[in-house]
């Protein structure tokens, strides 16, 4: 990496839980490719006056992790239809003071359901309403899945989210709920947080399961991944979401794609941490 200098191009991400995925996986690109950038991660205290500062620093992108998927959109000059489509952001580009938002979120989904030859046959259950739910729900509706239920404390949000791609809801995860693939859309398991040790999901709707997703990158190994694991299921985690959406976010910040062996070495170097 340069040593900081004033030409430096800087892009950033905001979480209320930083993780050094992103910063990894970028940095090690930048030096790969000899970019005079830098990512940096941060916890914005005041999520407008953060988007403030890309807009006035001159920062050229921001990724936007849970849970400001949905609060960033009235902040923002442009809503691309990736973004537009489903209401929830990940991704800010700033083009000389507009901001636009776009949503790789979606395109990592896409691809994992593909990678793993996920029947649209399979019954889900998708756990969480937030905005990476939204991206996931769209995700599944948009590859054939049908046989959909959202799981939701929050009625509201939980209703709203099933009704807007027509799958079920319902409050809770119940040891009774069982489907072929269970998506896990919330923190639980999430390091640093209340339920890092929690189980997303009954045991018993794990062991009913044909295939294990859970959208938490850090860490890799959640109490869900490791439960789908040893139970011998297809599992599908969000250390793999991270990678895709990730090298989405790269090509939309520098205009470059990065080699499959480029991209290999950086998710390398970002699990290795």
Request: one cysteine or more; a negative charge; charged letters at 20%.
């Amino acid at each position: 990496m340069p040593i900081l200098n004033k030409d430096m191009t800087l892009c950033i991400s905001l979480s209320a839980r930083p993780s050094n995925n992103g910063t990894r996986f970028h940095n090690h690109l930048y030096e790969q490719l000899g970019l005079n950038w830098i990512y940096k991660a941060f916890a914005p205290t005041d999520l407008a006056q953060a988007i403030a500062g890309v807009r006035g620093l001159g920062i050229r992108g921001c990724a936007v992790s849970m849970p400001y998927k949905e609060d960033v959109i009235a902040l923002v000059d442009v809503m691309d239809p990736s973004a537009k489509a489903i209401d929830s952001v990940n991704t800010i580009v700033n083009d000389g003071g507009s901001l636009t938002a776009y949503n790789t979120d979606y395109t990592a989904i896409e691809q994992l359901l593909q990678r793993n030859a996920v029947p649209a046959s399979y019954s889900v259950l998708l756990k969480g309403a937030g905005g990476m739910a939204k991206a996931t729900a769209a995700a599944l509706r948009d590859a054939g899945f049908r046989d959909v239920t959202v799981i939701a404390r929050n009625e509201e949000a939980g209703r709203a989210l099933a009704g807007l791609y027509g799958f079920g809801w319902r409050a809770d995860a119940d040891p009774s709920l069982a489907a072929d693939m269970i998506i896990n859309v919330t923190p639980v398991g999430m390091a640093g947080g209340p339920d890092a040790g929690s189980l997303s999901f009954p045991q018993e709707s794990v062991d009913a399961a044909k295939v294990v997703f859970d959208v938490v990158a850090l860490p890799a190994e959640t109490p869900l991944i490791k439960a789908g694991r040893a139970a011998g299921k297809t599992v599908i985690t969000g250390a793999e979401v991270a990678t895709i959406q990730a090298l989405e976010q790269f090509v939309l910040y520098t205009g470059i794609r990065p080699t499959d062996d480029q991209v290999r070495a950086a998710e390398d170097f970002m699990r290795a941490q």
